[in-house]
């Protein structure tokens, strides 16, 4: 479960790394004509004036693929112009004249970016891919242009020398100190020859990320599954292996297709009865990444950490993840990896013991054979059932997508907060799989204008994520756009979609990045939602998956997608029961996982080429998380948090965030549950807030005191170290 990073819409609007995917090979997708930056910006481009649309929502009804160079293009010049006024303007440096004049900078940039990046993460073309190939150099040197600008500079740093002595409100104030850290934090103290090697730096790091998360997805895609022999797939139902079936087809190929998700485990493995398919999936996924050429990543992400390192070598940093975590709430990487270690023990001994219950179970029945990972979804799915009595299986008729949303979601979200939703059939969309709902505040008040894309498509990046079409400010008048994005497998036509427990959790959580983004009252649109710290970001969406089995939620949306029965007392608490099973291994692979990515981002400046598979099992038997039956969530090869994403040095941020929302729900359970007036407060005192202050004494003010780790290890089922 992810969420793109947030659009911060100053100048750092999206962030470079997340934009860009480019080489990667489509099946069943007419190739179209390439696109040149020649092709002219006029009013008869979609982006050039504001969308007409309710909140403005993006147009794809009228938004064809060669829009988007010249728009983008037009976009960079035109934010460059209007910095170039507020660098040249010949008056003293004000907040007005510096400070929120950067606010209203590039709108035709942040329109484009949005829609751009939302269809090219969920629908990407060979078009689009060519438009993301050529930009990628030029959006990083656009950054550049303007965090490195010196006359620029001078005027924020000149009214931030000031600030105490101008009487700014507390959110214009926070607003002076993020844009001087974030000057000073780019590089603006550099003197110019150090600058134009940060610009190289810069360039050739979106070129690599660009590179692989081209590969990535290529890689993903070839390594599913695929096979003709239907007794391969014993224990699959008959709707999976028509769905199995439908994706084969879909790629003219004969048989039947399994595609990867993005984790290293696979969700089918818990029901194939065949070790040797259940290995070759493992396999594939472990392996999709490191089969040689043209897909291989690791060269790629070898060369990305060392650039990283010298990058922070530059910024005056000793390593990358001390100048990336300078703004986060850890504040240092020797904070993170304090957390983090301090819960290798509790992890790694659950998960010791869970496997030892699976290998018992394994003797007894004669398999003749030591546990390994890919069979460990199998054997400790019968595990669960044998202790809580459990099938999937008896669980997903109760599950049926529409109704977790209405009578899950948005039910949960009218209780606390007093909300609706209304679906618009009338707004267009980019892909026909995306409904939209429009928001209304508890007064009928328009609030948002929300976005659901669940189902998985070959041409959509793996995981799940939220992000923005437009951005709430008060200041640009703007209400939120918000979107999320799933990979649920899409059932054949005229069946229903019912997801397994895991899906409905996702759900959950990124509807909670969504109310996040949805519920934001900010004047400044860099301040605005979910433009917060990567460690804080999570808290929001990991919070709202507590609601998912809050009873008075749980019983509302759990009905037989056939009868409308309820789901039966005894197996609804059968799943309350099994919540914390299976926690040693789930807590452990996402450990190592973090760990991974703070042990390449720690690298000292200078450090030779590592070889990733040696640096990985390095890595894993010095932290102690070399459990050959439980690997990291992600390997180094296809990390696409850290290479292709914002997450780099901060995959931490999950665990973090983890901490921060079960103090919230424990919180919230103390304090009467779900109710209006606990939503209400916080709504009010955090969810609305975005950043406009600081994270850590805006939670401390709403929670009543500091955050323990406690909380965390109680809802995992996870004893507290001693």
Known sequence: MTTNPPRQPLLSRTPIATLIVAGAIF?????????????????????????????????????KDADYLPAIEAGMAEQRKEIRVIADNPAPPTFENTIVAMEKTGQLFDRVMAA????????LNPALQKVKDAEAPKLAAHTDAIFLDPKLFARVEAVYKQRQSLNLDPESLRLVVYDYDKFVHSGANLPPAEKAKLKKLNQEEATL???????????????????????????????????????????????????????????????????????????????????????????????????????AKLLGFPNYAAWKLEDQMAKTPEAALKFIDALVPGATARAVSEAGDIQSLIDAQKGGFQLQPWDWEFYSEQVRKAKYDLNEAEIKPYLELNNVLENGLFYAANQLYGITFHEHKDIPVYHPDVRVFEVSDSGG??????????????????????????????LLGTLPVVYNVGNFSKPTEGQPALLTFDDVTTMFHEFGHALHGMFSDARYPTLSGTATPRDFVEFPSQFNEHWATFPAVMD????????????????????????????????????????????????????????????????LEKTKLALSY?????????????????????????????????????????????????????????????????????????????????????????????
């Open 27 to 63: 099946s069943g997708i007419t190739a179209r004509p390439a696109l040149t930056a020649d092709t002219p910006f006029g009013p008869s481009n979609p982006f050039y004036a504001p969308s007409k649309l309710p909140f403005q929502a993006p147009p794809f009804d009228k938004i």
């Open 116 to 123: 751009f990046e939302g269809v090219t993460g969920a629908n």
């Open 209 to 311: 990320s660009t590179a692989f998360e081209s590969k990535l997805l290529a890689a993903t895609k070839a390594a599913a599954f695929l096979t003709e022999d239907k007794d391969a797939l014993a224990g699959l139902s008959d709707a999976q292996l028509k769905a199995a079936a439908q994706a084969a087809r879909e790629r003219k190929l004969n048989g039947y297709l399994i595609p990867l998700q993005n984790t290293t485990q696979q969700p089918d493995l818990s029901e194939l009865t065949q070790r040797s398919t259940r290995q070759a999936i493992f396999e594939n996924s472990w392996n999709r990444a490191e089969r040689g050429a043209p897909n291989d990543t690791r060269d790629t992400i070898a060369r990305m950490a060392q650039l990283r390192a010298e990058k």
């Open 445 to 474: 008040k328009p609030l948002a204008l929300w976005y659901c894309d669940y189902f998985k498509r070959d041409n959509k990046n793996g995981g799940a994520w939220m992000d923005n079409f437009v951005q709430q400010s008060k």
């Open 556 to 619: 509302h949306y759990t009905k037989h997608y056939q009868t409308g029965a309820p789901m039966p007392a005894e197996l609804a608490a059968k799943i309350k029961k099994a919540a914390t099973f299976n926690q040693g291994y789930e807590f452990t692979e996402l450990v190592a996982a973090a760990e991974l990515d703070m042990q390449w981002h720690i690298l000292p400046p200078g450090a030779p080429l590592e070889n990733p598979d040696a640096f990985e099992t390095g890595v």
């Open 630 to 722: 439980v690997p990291p969530r992600y390997r180094s090869s296809y990390f696409l948090h850290i290479w292709g994403n914002e997450y780099s040095a901060g995959y931490y941020a999950y665990l973090w965030s983890e901490m921060l929302d079960d103090n919230a729900f424990q919180w919230f359970e103390d304090h009467g549950g779900l109710t209006r007036a606990n939503g209400d407060r916080f709504r009010q005192m955090v969810l609305s807030r975005g950043n406009t202050e600081d994270l850590a004494k805006m939670f401390a003010a709403w929670l009543g005191g500091e955050p323990k780790i406690d909380p965390m290890l109680k809802y995992r089922g996870i004893a507290a170290p001693k």
